[in-house]
């Protein structure tokens, strides 16, 4: 599978006292934010950027399950008293979410807790939802 678009490359050196320098390559997808990054000693780094460098490199991959998708957000005011919620099981919270977790979407379970999220004069929280879809092609 194929998977283009925009990313951002980013080089970094990362410099301690008791470490080897090593310069740090970073590609994310800016749709998905998977990302990976590379590392290589400042040796391998020059050589590489003079044509001189075939090599193995050490490499950390994230989110790679995301690439070719796209984040959603969405918010749901979710019937929910607040004012009780700190007394409420896990369980409860997760229930209470479950009807709005359909399609891939994802509520934000600590929102029920945040009583800045709480719908003033009704008995619910508004809490952010997240899914990640395939993007479409242009």
């Not at 410099?15 to 994310?28: A, H, L, P, Q, R």
């Not at 800016?30 to 075939?54: M, P, Q």
């Not at 995301?66 to 008293?81: F, N, Q, S, Y």
């Amino acid at each position: 599978m194929k998977t283009e678009g925009k990313a951002t490359v980013v080089i970094t050196r990362r410099t301690t006292g008791n470490v080897e320098d090593v310069v740090i390559i970073s590609i994310m997808d800016e749709a998905s934010r998977a990302n990976v990054e590379a590392r290589l000693s400042l040796t391998e780094f020059a050589r590489a950027v003079t044509g001189c460098y075939v090599d193995h490199a050490y490499a950390e991959w994230a989110a790679t399950e995301r690439l070719g998708t796209v984040r959603e957000v969405k918010t749901i005011e979710v019937p929910w008293d607040y004012s009780a919620s700190h007394q409420e099981p896990l369980a409860a919270k997760k229930a209470a979410l479950a009807p709005y977790e359909t399609d891939g979407w994802r509520g934000r379970i600590e929102a029920l807790d945040n009583s800045h999220n709480t719908v003033h004069n009704k008995a619910k929280c508004r809490v952010g939802f997240t899914r990640w879809v395939k993007k479409e092609a242009p």
